[in-house]
T-cell receptor, first 115, second 114 residues
Framework: GDSVTQMEGPVTLSEEAFLTINCTYT??????LFWYVQYPGEGLQLLLK?????DKGSNKGFEATYRKETTSFHLEKGSVQVSDSAVYFC??????????????FGKGTKLSVIP | NAGVTQTPKFRVLKTGQSMTLLCAQD?????MYWYRQDPGMGLRLIHY???????AKGEVPDGYNVSRLKKQNFLLGLESAAPSQTSVYFC?????????????FGSGTRLTVV
């Protein structure tokens, strides 16, 4: 079945450091890929997405490129801020047949940014 | 503000009690979902609906029932709560079946079963 594997956390960085959160996936066909962010006490919010190979999704300084050859969708940000502290989830949307689709999530990576 | 609203936000149940979690969306989305979030497990799909009057099982449906009598509402029921159902429950909705525009999530219901 489909699966998403993302790097174990927690990740602790100093403000203005470079961020990479690795995400790899297993899926049949051509899934759409997403990064969601969950701030403390809140629900998940869509951060960025890519729907086909070589697409780059970007938002709020974060970016990720859909790499079909390596089945990866790593999240990067050049300079993190304290306000970026949250849990980040990689996810994929794939067909389950008969026009049905399902969103599969990774286990999440907690990021803490210290001043 | 448009979005997904979940009620209640917190609840403590005794083993064997029943309850219903309500999810309401005002975005005219066809698709609605119930997930549970447990530490180290990510989000797991409980049940989902592809339109008014339809429901389907997800990854972890046992012990839960759902109903979608109106397009804007998706109810999750626990008939006889068990401690294993202690979790944070999230409702979500989406416009398209592929979810390519992303899912919109509610802020969650924290349920404790003692």
């Amino acid at each position: 079945g489909d699966s998403v594997t993302q790097m174990e956390g927690p990740v602790t960085l100093s403000e203005e450091a470079f961020l990479t959160i690795n995400c790899t996936y297993t899926a049949t066909g051509y899934p759409s890929l997403f990064w969601y962010v969950q701030y403390p006490g809140e629900g998940l919010q869509l951060l960025l997405k890519a729907t086909k190979a070589d697409d780059k999704g970007s938002n709020k300084g974060f970016e990720a490129t859909y790499r079909k050859e390596t089945t990866s969708f790593h999240l990067e940000k050049g300079s993190v801020q304290v306000s970026d502290s949250a849990v980040y989830f990689c996810a994929l949307s794939s067909s389950k047949g008969a026009g049905s689709y399902q969103l599969t999530f990774g286990k999440g990576t907690k990021l803490s940014v210290i001043p | 503000n448009a979005g997904v609203t979940q009620t209640p936000k917190f609840r403590v149940l005794k083993t064997g009690q029943s309850m219903t979690l309500l999810c309401a969306q005002d975005m005219n989305h066809e698709y609605m979902y119930w997930y549970r979030q447990d530490p180290g497990m990510g989000l797991r799909l409980i049940h989902y609906s592809v339109g008014e009057g339809t429901t389907a099982k997800g990854e972890v449906p046992d012990g839960y029932n759902v109903s979608r009598l109106k397009k804007q509402n998706f109810l999750l029921g626990l008939e006889s709560a068990a401690p294993s159902q202690t979790s944070v429950y999230f409702c979500a909705s989406s416009y398209g079946r592929q979810g390519r525009d992303g899912y919109t999530f509610g802020s969650g219901t924290r349920l404790t079963v003692v």
